[in-house]
């Protein structure tokens, strides 16, 4: 736990809270706080900060806190992912929200097993945690919206523009020949939608259904890869590729 994640229902007053829970026990047991010790916050969805330990008593931590002025920004990435087995969107949860999400669109697919609809796991009450985990790990404090769609066809067709308006839109298939850097690189500071299909991939019709509206194919190379190591693999390129688009290029200011 590299950050001790708050929310409003934890402030005592505007600048003091007292934590019982597990991360009372992380602090004590783990970090082995003691009063006048800093350690790194956030506010859920709101800002960064530091909390100053003020007491240590019987398993409760009491933190005097203070907030930078605002909140980071939003992950500029989102995922359409197509619904993996329970016990792999299991694990993906806290991926997804370390790996920096702004947004998780979860399918069907022709390859998706019905019954993954059915599991706890994509409720609210079980995925909730799981994405504070991952904002915990990564230093984040914005969790990813998140959003379940029961019907491919009426998402991309009905929903999709809602969902996701203006910006880049790529969908991973081992047929792609083009890379996620080549695409962003000409659509530099804009905002990505990458579409991950399911562990037998996407079929013809859906893709021909991305492809229309608006998503650009691209690839790892010819390897199929598990749902889990495709999303790792694919939002780090992704994000690293939008951070080297964002650095001036030199060479073209040379030549000026």
Known sequence: MNLI???EHDRLDASC???TDARAAHLVD??????GQTVRLGL???PLGVGTVEAVDDGRVTLRCVFEPSAPPRPGVDVLLALPRPKVIRRL???LAALGVGQIILTNAERVERHYFDTHLITEATYRPLLIEGLQQARDTRPPRVSIHRQFRILVEDHLDRLFGDGVRLVADPSGTSSIGSVLTQRRGERVLLAIGPEGGWNGFELSLLAAHGFTLVGLGPRTLRV?????ALLAITHASLTSSQVPDRSSRASE
């Open 30 to 35: 783990v970090l082995r706080v003691t009063p």
């Open 44 to 46: 859920l969805d709101g």
């Open 17 to 19: 809270v007292t934590l």
């Open 93 to 95: 949860w806290a991926q």
């Open 5 to 7: 994640l708050l929310d």
């Open 228 to 232: 889990d190591t495709a999303c790792t």
